[in-house]
């Protein structure tokens, strides 16, 4: 397929480096964005080498072309004549976020011509921190194991973030060079090579970005040009300059870096990292911007390409099209099914769970994406939510782990740690046969014992000790016992890396193989049941901790019954259209899937109800 050229005057890169060929010779030239200094000097080769002056021009930039630049050629910014910076900009950090920028070599011979992408109704996420998917730690490392999440029925994986963060160890959200790949990762060829390799599988790709805030290591841009403003503060940091003064330049610096992942990556889409704390008060949001530039992209290039909002306001506004008023973007992350489904399956009603009351809340969220609708929420002590509107199920993205849930914890538990075998397999059942899109965390398909904590490699000594202090009051809403081990240490990283070897061995290899089994039932599904609510009915069983699924296409119709309850249930089955019986596709309480084995026939009559085991899951279907 022709792919999009980022010289295109859609967006023509501004930010960055650019080779341009002269004759026989490969030129550089080299721009940055610095209204905030008197003089900028390009710094070539040697990090001690004199600075040459870079040209003055209209709008705070400044400009140098670089006669035979070679690819991988160090470089600095001096300010001022005393400060020597990398690159706001730098696509390349291979001394680290301190350090020379590098020019990047973008050749790269893709063998992935034939790839089309995939619509989000058929996205099955597999949330993936590079660092610690593979001991290795590496894009490369990943390679081996894509073949195994194919097989079992994943269709996209979703990398955590990739941009440039000091140290080798973070989860990536402390990121402070958005356009370069980490170093340690294997900078931006195994990007490549990985993202290919992807592509030849049928597997897409999601990149976490994180729009929000920089981290704080490593975090020069503030010298250079109002990339941040004092208006606003995120729980993280300076928030970002969306909506004051010279922020059109700041919009554009970010969209530019979207659109980089996605053509220069080859990028399926975007997870945009918490946007509820991207403060922007402009009557043209840079979100709505943002989806805009992303849509347009998606037709040249004639690719489905998605964003997926992670945000805890519950706003629809989000995804509703500009037409309607809202800003564009594809899906959103949403709390409230991981939260009611959780408190179902642990009882733990502390910090935030203590809003949700469990199975109804499931059934709720089922039906309308979000819980809350305009409610009082305790934990927040006032109303949270829309009065009123529904997310389609495409529009969703739910789970029953992931990296916050499951490192915002004491101990970064994985929920085989909270839980029984049964209910392990009744929350895969749960968000793997759920309308909306499905979301796994790396290793849950096998429950792999490794624990996922946070971690970081900062070099500053006050830096580290804030980090600890503020991890400690991070945990003060959960009442959880014990102190959180040391961020800042290799092994409170260490024991995070999974042990894949797992996935074939004993009770391991059992619950993979159910994952395996529940998205062979997802695939059968026809693909317009995943498309609305109006071809799939969430039943209810009042009084009971329990509820159905029921999917509707013109031959088929798939019920699926859960039981969250430590007590057997009798629930009563709907009229088949097609006969007076159901056919029965799966139960986990079978004895294959290491359950307490299950008396039901392969052939169900809808005339009695169902007796459902305690803590299991059963799927029919009638044609």
């Known amino acids: ?25 490969s030129d550089v030239c080299f721009r940055v964005w610095a209204p905030k200094v008197e003089t900028v000097g390009l710094v070539a080769g040697e990090e001690s080498a004199p600075a040459i002056p870079m040209q003055s021009q209209p709008g705070g930039w400044w400009e140098l072309t670089v006669e035979d630049a070679r690819p991988g050629e160090r470089y600095l910014f001096e300010l001022n004549g005393n400060q020597r910076r990398p690159d706001p900009a730098s696509r390349w950090q291979p001394d680290g976020v301190h350090r020379a920028s590098a020019v990047l070599d973008a050749d790269h011979s893709w063998q992935d011509a034939a790839w089309s992408g995939l619509p989000l109704s058929e996205l099955v996420l597999y949330e993936l921190h590079t660092g610690t998917f593979t001991p290795e ?11 195994r999440l194919v097989e079992l029925g994943i269709t996209a994986i979703e990398l955590m973030p990739v941009a440039q963060f000091p140290g080798s160890r973070n989860w990536g959200y402390d990121g402070v060079h958005p356009f370069a790949v980490q170093n340690s990762y294997g900078g931006p060829a195994g990007l490549k090579r990985l993202v290919d390799a992807c592509h030849q599988r049928g597997l897409a790709v999601i990149l976490d970005v994180v729009f929000n805030h920089l981290g704080p290591e490593g975090n020069y841009l503030a010298e250079f040009a109002p990339y941040f403003t004092g208006r606003y503060r995120t729980a993280w940091g300076e928030a970002l300059n969306f909506d004051g003064p010279h922020s059109d330049e700041v919009r554009r610096f970010f969209i530019e870096n979207a659109l980089y992942w996605l053509t220069e990556f080859h990028i399926d889409g975007l997870r945009l990292d918490a946007v509820h704390a991207i403060f922007d008060q402009s009557a043209r949001p840079f979100l709505k911007e943002l989806a805009r530039a992303v849509h347009e992209l998606s037709q040249i290039q004639n690719r489905p390409l998605h964003l997926i909002a992670e945000s805890n306001l519950n706003d629809p506004k989000l995804v509703r099209h500009p037409e309607a008023g809202g800003y564009g973007l594809h899906a959103q992350w949403v709390d409230d099914f991981h939260h009611a489904l959780h408190v179902t399956l642990t009882g733990e009603r502390n910090g935030y769970y203590s809003d949700y009351s469990g199975v109804p809340d499931v059934i709720t969220s ?11 929420s305790k934990y927040r002590a006032r109303r949270h939510g829309p009065d009123e509107g529904h997310l389609e ?14 490192g915002n914890r004491l101990n970064g538990e994985r929920l085989a740690h909270l839980v029984s075998f049964e209910q392990l397999k009744l929350a895969a059942a749960a968000v793997l046969l759920a309308p909306q899109i499905p979301l796994l965390f790396m290793g849950e398909e096998y429950a792999d014992p490794a624990p996922f904590l946070y971690f970081v490699s900062h070099s500053d000594p006050a830096l580290v000790a804030a980090v600890r202090k503020g991890r400690q009051r991070d945990f003060q809403h959960f009442q959880w016992k014990g102190t959180p081990l040391d961020p800042q240490s290799e092994d409170t990283f260490r024991r995070c890396i999974l042990r894949q070897e797992l996935s074939t061995r004993d009770q391991h290899a059992v619950l993979h193989d159910f994952y395996r089994a529940l998205l062979t039932l997802r ?11 109006d071809t799939v009915e969430v039943l209810d069983f009042p009084g009971l901790p329990a509820w159905g699924l029921l999917r509707k296409s013109e ?3 798939f019920l699926t019954l859960f039981n969250a309850g430590p007590t057997s249930l009798n629930l009563p089955l709907p009229p088949s259209d ?22 039901l026939p392969e052939l169900i009559s809808a005339s009695q109800p169902l007796n459902l085991p305690e803590f299991s899951v059963v799927v029919l279907d009638s044609n």
């Open 393 to 406: 199920p495409p529009q969703v993205v739910v789970c029953s782990q992931n990296h916050d849930q499951t």
């Open 366 to 376: 089922l039906r309308r994406g979000y819980v809350f609708a305009g409610q009082f």
């Open 578 to 599: 097609a006969s007076s019986s159901w056919h029965l596709r799966l139960t986990s309480a079978d004895t294959r899937w290491n359950g307490p084995g299950s008396p």
């Open 137 to 147: 730690g590496t894009f490369e490392a990943a390679i081996p194991h894509l073949d």
């Open 1 to 25: 397929m022709a792919w999009f050229e980022r010289t295109h005057p859609l967006f023509p890169d501004r930010h960055g480096p650019r080779v341009c060929a002269a004759g026989s010779r």
């Open 555 to 557: 031959t088929t119709r």
């Open 523 to 533: 695939r059968e599904m026809p693909s317009s049941v995943l498309s609305s609510h």
